[in-house]
């Protein structure tokens, strides 16, 4: 623990701004692993299913309860929004999907992106770490003593190693991370859109009146052609 405080306090204050971004990154990923996978985590299909079942059963007092039940899951907040405009027209309903995925995407794309930035903004201070020790370098060279000069020369170049060593010991498990969350992430996001559209689906073709079976599949006798009568023949007076 000694070595690893002492390995930070000689990197100086860009060494410790690293340490603080990259506790700053491990509770964003705590937080965003948490939700993405815990909270709003459901068992989809059975849930879908379920919800599909009592809309085609013409019970959608029911299915908005059940998914007032289930509201702190996106999916379900989705779907509540959806089925309150079900007794709508289809213009409507379809209104109501673009609304409810505006409301629930936020919920899955929040945050995650500062994960991102993290990881570049704690390489970017390694790079600054590695040129003010170099800068350090450079001075001793030109204005120290020669007693002195080779200790602070060594003192400048372990600052430009430890700032970028620490600054890419944060970035590499942030990027990684925010590959993970974002595929978890895009996963939940497609999910949404493929369940409230099969919903959507549902609700606008459920109200669709059924075609005439004359007009569809007409019968044989109205398809019936009249022939044309050909012209009678002049008869001549003989």
């Known amino acids: 623990m000694s070595g690893f405080l002492g390995f930070i306090s000689q990197s100086g204050v860009v060494g410790w701004t690293i340490i603080l971004t990259?506790?700053?990154?491990?509770?964003?990923?705590?937080?965003?692993?948490?939700?993405?996978?815990?909270?709003?985590?459901?068992?989809?299909?059975e849930f879908t299913n379920k919800i599909q079942t009592l809309v085609l059963g013409k019970k959608n007092e029911e299915a908005i309860i059940a998914c007032a039940q289930l509201e702190s899951k996106p999916l379900a907040r989705a779907f509540k929004v959806i089925l309150e405009k079900s007794d709508r027209d289809d213009e409507t309903i379809f209104q109501a999907q673009?609304?409810?995925?505006?409301?629930?995407?936020?919920?899955?794309?929040?945050?995650?992106?500062?994960?991102?930035?993290?990881?570049?903004?704690?390489?970017?201070?390694?790079?600054?770490?590695?040129?003010?020790g170099l800068i350090l370098s450079f001075q001793a060279v030109a204005q120290a003593d020669p007693a002195q000069k080779q200790a602070l020369l060594?003192?400048?170049?372990?600052?430009?190693?430890?700032?970028?060593?620490?600054?890419?010991?944060?970035a590499i498990p942030a990027m990684v991370a925010f590959s993970f969350l974002t595929?978890?992430?895009?996963?939940?996001?497609?999910?949404?859109?493929?369940?409230?559209?099969?919903?959507?689906e549902t609700l606008t073709s459920s109200q669709m009146p059924g075609f005439a079976k004359n007009e569809v599949y007409p019968e044989a006798s109205g398809m019936k052609s009249k022939q044309p009568t050909p012209p009678a023949a002049n008869t001549k007076a003989s």
Not at 109 to 121: C, E, F, G, Q
Request: proline share 1%; with cysteine; glycine share 8%.
């Open 22 to 45: 990259g506790i700053i990154g491990v509770a964003l990923v705590i937080e965003r692993a948490r939700t993405l996978y815990f909270a709003y985590g459901m068992n989809v299909e």
């Open 98 to 132: 673009d609304i409810a995925m505006a409301e629930t995407v936020p919920f899955y794309t929040k945050r995650l992106h500062y994960l991102s930035m993290l990881a570049n903004v704690s390489t970017l201070l390694g790079l600054l770490g590695t040129i003010h």
């Open 154 to 170: 060594a003192s400048g170049i372990a600052v430009s190693m430890y700032t970028t060593a620490l600054g890419l010991a944060v």
């Open 183 to 200: 595929s978890r992430q895009n996963e939940l996001l497609e999910q949404l859109t493929e369940k409230c559209s099969k919903l959507t």
